[in-house]
């Protein structure tokens, strides 16, 4: 990757993760010398009644233990010994092994559930990070010493923020604060990551005072969370400047700023960033590279990046290679996304996602998406709003509303605003205004948003439509006061329809409200 810098050692290579990967050398430990250690003479254990072969993965080793325990209880041997269940409880949230801790809960006595708190909370982030947050805000809630440490609160909060309940999240901090337990660098990340989710700038001003008042302050993976809060709250220029204060700077660092300024639409700046990361050694992961690939470079700079991508051999990267097929997409280059897709010896949902995107003015976009539910991949939300976009740019009616239904009945999904708007669009580019306002007043379970009137209304600026343009603007005028577009479309209507007093009055309106003619 050119970019006016000096690209990394050819000869070195890296894996694709979200770790630093700063280039240095290290230490090369001779193997031919022999440690001189002292085991402790072991002992047999009751809990293994047979030798048997050992297991082939750490998840066959963890079942192979859960049996042999479970077997122990059963010939009555009791067995209570904290540090047993608080190892499997450990091993089982660090290999996402959720059905194999809930196993491990029904072996746990009540009463040691009940007094020790190392295995509560362990058990709480177990229910927390698997999304049962009902299970683990009652665990929470009977905890007798919770307190004594920030553990429990950490696991709770990041359950919610996780999930996306972000509020509850900052509610709990709040909560945990008052109640007089100190908050940690593990805390402080997640509390941002609600912060941001929630765009509450104010709320991650604070917390950021609270980690300077904690000591965590200079702590990189503290001052992460802070940038990535920072950007998506708007403010890019703080975010920069907690960036540039920090001393020993992670991938995550690099990528949580680049990100930033892509998402303001700031492009020369994340890829100078870029620039600035290569000169220091770092070498962009597939985080990076999908990033920058997607938010739409120079097509020179792109097929820069494309080229360093090929000489890393990290092309058929998944990410990377759907991001490539976004990046070709934007270019206009369907033949090359196509190819890139066809090659692939991999795929997953967001592949077929963005071949059927880069098709949305194609009929091929639905034999892409037929092949799609042939596979073994189940389309989501994206894929509809995919199809069914295509579908309303071909003025393809009646596979828009087989599309629809399928995602409903088959797939048993809730539509969501864009599916709606999708449909009004689909009925209103084919000229059928009353049915796409048939569909708004009586197809959607939903109150209907500007994306939707919207559609409604260009649909009418289309085929001269001044009745129902009328009932949409409206709409639009109370939902989207400050939207110039609506009032200028509906303008077009009047003057389409030789309604000129109607163009005189929004005009006046405009004025009014202080809009621009």
């Known amino acids: 990757m050119h970019l006016g810098l000096h690209p990394p050692c050819p000869g070195r290579t890296f894996s694709c993760s979200s770790a630093s990967k700063k280039i240095g050398k290290h230490e090369i430990v001779p193997h031919n010398k022999k440690p001189n250690l002292r085991f402790p003479k072991s002992h047999p254990t009751p809990l293994l009644s047979d030798q048997k072969t050992q297991p082939q993965s750490k998840i066959q080793a963890l079942e192979s233990v859960i049996n042999d325990l479970e077997s122990s209880v059963k010939n009555g041997i009791l067995i209570d010994d904290p540090q047993i269940f608080a190892s499997l409880l450990e091993t089982c949230f660090q290999l996402k092994a959720i059905d194999f801790g809930m196993k491990v809960r029904e072996l746990i006595p009540e009463r040691l559930l009940r007094r020790n708190a190392g295995i509560s909370s362990k058990l709480l982030r177990l229910y927390a990070c698997s999304g049962q947050l009902e299970k683990a805000h009652e665990m929470f809630d009977k905890m007798p010493h919770r307190n004594s440490s920030a553990f429990p609160w950490n696991s709770l909060i990041s359950g919610y923020t996780e999930t996306g309940l972000y509020e509850d999240a900052l509610a709990l901090f709040f909560q945990m604060v008052e109640e007089g337990v100190e908050p940690d660098q593990y805390t402080f990340p997640r509390v941002l990551k609600a912060c941001g989710g929630l765009k509450m700038i104010q709320v991650g001003e604070e917390v950021h ?47 949580s700023m680049i990100i930033g300024y892509i998402r303001h639409g700031l492009i020369i700046e994340a890829l100078l960033i870029l620039k600035w990361m290569m000169e220091e050694g770092y070498e962009p992961d597939s985080v990076t590279l999908s990033s920058v690939l997607t938010s739409m470079p120079p097509d020179k700079i792109g097929m820069e990046i494309h080229a360093w991508i090929l000489r890393r051999g990290l092309e058929w990267n998944l990410s990377v290679a759907n991001s490539l097929i976004v990046f070709y997409s934007n270019q206009n280059s369907i033949d090359k996304a196509r190819w890139l897709f066809e090659c692939m010896p991999g795929r997953d949902v967001v592949s077929w996602n963005s071949i059927i995107s880069a098709h949305s003015k194609d009929s091929i976009a639905l034999d892409y998406f037929n092949d799609m539910v042939n596979s073994d991949i189940t389309p989501d939300v994206i894929a509809f709003v995919s199809v069914l976009s295509a579908c309303a740019n071909l003025g393809m009616v009646s596979d828009g509303e087989r599309i629809f239904s399928m995602m409903v009945d088959r797939y048993k999904m809730s539509p969501c605003m864009e599916h709606y708007a999708c449909m009004v669009n689909l009925y209103g580019r084919a000229g059928l205004v009353d049915e796409a306002y048939d569909f708004i007043v009586n197809g959607m379970e939903i109150e209907a948003g500007p994306t939707v009137w919207g559609a409604l209304l260009y649909g009418c600026y289309l085929h001269g439509n001044a009745d129902v343009g009328e009932i949409a603007a409206n709409r639009l005028f109370e939902l989207e006061p400050d939207g110039e577009h609506n009032f200028e479309l509906l303008i077009k209507i009047y003057r389409k329809t030789g309604r000129f007093e109607d163009v005189r009055r929004i005009k006046n309106m405009m004025m009014e409200r202080g809009l621009e003619l």
């Open 209 to 255: 005072r609270q980690v300077i008042r904690s000591g965590c302050g200079n702590n990189t993976f503290v001052l992460n969370a802070l940038v990535d809060m920072y950007a998506k709250c708007g403010d890019i220029i703080r975010a920069k400047k907690v960036f540039d204060s920090i001393q020993e700077k992670e991938l995550v660092s690099w990528n």
